[in-house]
């Protein structure tokens, strides 16, 4: 999702996202070159703990581009940022099953296994909406033990529309290249309260309550004009046929003959 001003106001105001939302810059190839939004993970070190001057190579995670089974440990990801996608992978073939499901911090542990710098995971739906990641529960749950403390490696969240574009050019060939810095900070703390969610609930169920009522005045509306239309198309029925009832013209001198009137003075 490229920023411009408007785009910016927008996210700021409508939004409001998620914590220390930083920029995610491809600085290469040149056609896709700018800066995209993105949700630090709520798990991990801090995104800024990666030099926020140096690019690095962005590849896809691989076998499973869902990152919940073991990624190759061949240095092919070392020094690398990952990209993956959320919940299991549909894209390629690349799961056995469409019930395989991971937690993002699986994911980004996997990645930490085959020694990525960093992990984006792109949402598996919508086209602008960003996803926030949390780590609350196990990493891998056949083993209690491993907890959010084992990653070692930044993560971040982007849109499904973000995800295509830069899967899209990988998946062509092209060098991608990505930085991670400060341009376009947004803060998700306001959010992240139980307060806060249930008014974002509520708005949403009032919203979808608005939506149902504009239908249902639709529907209403439309039942009159039905109705208006129905009374004209029976008076203009009406007055046909009351037009083509036969009609007699007369004159006096037909009804009253001079030669039988007798006037008596």
């Known amino acids: 999702y490229l920023l411009n001003m408007e785009s910016t106001v927008f996210i700021i105001i409508i939004i409001g996202l998620i914590n220390n939302c930083l920029s995610l810059e491809v600085v290469n190839p040149e056609k896709i070159k700018g800066i995209y939004y993105h949700i630090e993970g709520h798990f991990g070190p801090e995104i800024n703990s990666l030099h926020s001057i140096d690019a690095y190579d962005l590849v896809l995670a691989s076998p499973d581009l869902g990152g919940c089974t073991p990624l190759n440990n061949d240095n092919s990801l070392n020094g690398k940022v990952v990209l993956m996608l959320r919940g299991a992978s549909i894209i390629d073939d690349t799961i056995s099953s469409p019930d395989v499901r991971c937690r993002f911090t699986t994911k980004v542990y996997h990645a930490q296994q085959a020694n990525a710098v960093a992990v984006i995971i792109g949402n598996n739906v919508g086209d602008h909406d960003i996803v926030p990641m949390y780590g609350e529960t196990d990493i891998d749950h056949t083993n209690d033990n ?3 403390s084992k990653i070692t490696i930044p993560s971040m969240s982007i849109s499904h ?7 899209n050019h990988i998946k062509k060939g092209e060098a991608v290249q990505v930085k991670i810095n400060n341009n376009g900070v947004l803060d998700d703390t306001m959010m992240n309260s ?3 969610r249930w008014i974002t609930a509520i708005l949403s169920t ?9 239908i249902i005045a639709g529907i209403l509306s439309l039942r009159v004009l039905i109705h208006r239309l129905r009374i004209i198309w029976q008076a203009r029925q009406r007055g046909l046929r009351m037009n083509s009832i036969p009609t007699i013209k007369y004159s006096s001198s037909l009804i009253i ?3 039988k009137l007798t006037i008596k003075t």
Do not use: Y
């Open 206 to 214: 009032l919203m979808l309550l608005a939506s149902v009522s504009l």
């Open 257 to 259: 003959a001079k030669d």
């Open 146 to 148: 491993e907890n959010n």
């Open 161 to 167: 529309d973000t995800f295509r574009i830069l899967h």
């Open 194 to 196: 139980a307060v806060q």
